[in-house]
């Protein structure tokens, strides 16, 4: 059975930081284009950052460049969202997703909040 696990989500202060987690089963993460979403309350599910499934190229959008960090480790077939100096628009719930969309976690509440 396929499945992607997101975990460390949160409430941190702005300017704080979370790692966020994703672990996969029935897949290896290295052969599929990875990708990290973020809905804030009441908006779309937008994309926030990719790594592709060759080189382990990374993409992000501009709100979030320079803040967040996309990783994977293969050895635990896990990809990360590093988040630091957050902003309350970060709010908002983080999907992990495989293959374009094709495959979902079932998201992890980041709250950043004085």
């Known amino acids: 059975q396929v499945q992607l696990v997101e975990s460390g989500g949160g409430l941190v202060q702005p300017g704080g930081s979370l790692r966020l987690s994703c672990t996969a089963s029935?897949?290896?993460?290295?052969?599929?284009?990875m990708s990290w979403y973020h809905q804030a309350p009441g908006k779309e599910r937008k994309l926030v950052a990719t790594m592709d499934n060759t080189v382990g190229d990374t993409r992000y959008v501009d709100s979030v460049k320079g803040r967040f960090t996309l990783s994977r480790d293969n050895a635990k077939n896990t990809v990360y969202l590093q988040m630091s100096r957050l902003k309350p628009e970060d709010t908002g719930v983080y999907y992990c997703?495989?293959?374009?969309?094709?495959?979902w976690g079932q998201g992890t509440q980041v709250t950043v909040s004085s």
């Open positions: 029935g897949i290896t993460v290295s052969n599929y284009v």
């Open positions: 997703s495989a293959n374009w969309g094709r495959i």
